[in-house]
């Protein structure tokens, strides 16, 4: 069973269509990268696995259940109950190119915030389970820091660690080192590194085609809103 089925996605934005029927499936336990040229359509499909955007036909699976909305095979579209959608979402985390951190919490905070929020969690139990993923991430000593004391790539690594939190089966992170310097993105890169040996499912939109050659086992390339090749990485890269 893939984790994630994408099945003939169309997204449109008025009359402009930026994903023209995208079949893809993300396989289980590992990490599936998606490259392209900047306006492919990589963004968009990785927010339409998330139903952060809805696309405008076609449907995406999750574990086997339908996101969203499902389409009988006359294309006719019925909307998933809310309660449903809530739950497929929640196998989900997200990591953006910005870290969207709350600037008046701490790293601690903005970790341990989203679990009191989402699942009710009292502070002391909230905290105990943000810290082991600050532990994870590797800024336990950062815990009491405020983003603007850290790094941009200690920033991005506590965004890492509140979507960690939350338990998720699958990540999806856009962009996830495209806003720091270059010497702050392999801290990123072996946070990511650790999630996937751990086997944890990934989709990754990156310019990092290192990473992607060395941690991806599945690479999709995408130009203007089609998918022109997915494969593993030595079929696209080449064998060294
Ligand atoms: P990529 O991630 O590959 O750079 P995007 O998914 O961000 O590509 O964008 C694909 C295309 O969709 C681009 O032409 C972009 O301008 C367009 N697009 C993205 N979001 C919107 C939107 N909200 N409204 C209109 N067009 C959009
Ligand atoms: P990315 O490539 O990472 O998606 P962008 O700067 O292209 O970053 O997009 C940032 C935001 O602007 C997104 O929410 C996207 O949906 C929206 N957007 C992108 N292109 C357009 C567009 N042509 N018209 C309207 N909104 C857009």
């Not at 509140?162 to 699958?170: D, S």
């Not at 801290?187 to 991806?216: C, P, Q, Y």
Request: aromatic share 4%; net charge neutral; with cysteine.
């Amino acid at each position: 069973l893939p984790a994630i089925a994408v099945r003939n996605l169309v997204k449109r934005y008025g009359d402009t269509a930026v994903l023209h029927g995208i079949d893809l499936e993300i396989p289980p336990g590992q990490v599936s990268c998606l490259i392209g040229p900047s306006g492919s359509g990589k963004s968009t499909l990785l927010r339409c696995m998330a139903f952060l955007e809805e696309a405008t036909s076609g449907t995406i699976t999750v574990d086997g259940e339908v996101l969203g909305f499902s389409e009988n095979s006359n294309g006719m579209r019925e909307r998933i109950p809310a309660a449903t959608n809530r739950a497929i979402r929640s196998k989900i985390g997200m990591v953006f190119q910005q870290f969207n951190l709350w600037p008046h919490m701490t790293a601690l905070g903005n970790v341990s915030e989203a679990l009191r929020t989402v699942h009710k969690m009292s502070r002391k139990d909230a905290e105990a389970r943000a810290m082991e993923q600050l532990v994870k991430v590797g800024l336990e000593a950062r815990a009491g820091h405020y983003p603007s004391q850290l790094s941009g790539g200690q920033q991005q690594r506590v965004a890492i660690a509140r979507a960690l939190a939350l338990k998720p089966k699958i990540m999806l992170f856009d962009e996830p080192t495209s806003s720091l310097d270059p010497e702050l993105t392999g801290e990123v890169l072996n946070v990511m590194r650790d999630l996937a040996a751990e086997g944890m499912t990934m989709v990754v939109v990156s310019h990092e085609i290192g990473f992607a050659a060395t941690v991806g086992s599945q690479i999709s390339f995408l130009d203007q809103g089609r998918l022109l090749f997915s494969g593993p990485p030595s079929e696209v890269f080449g064998k060294p």
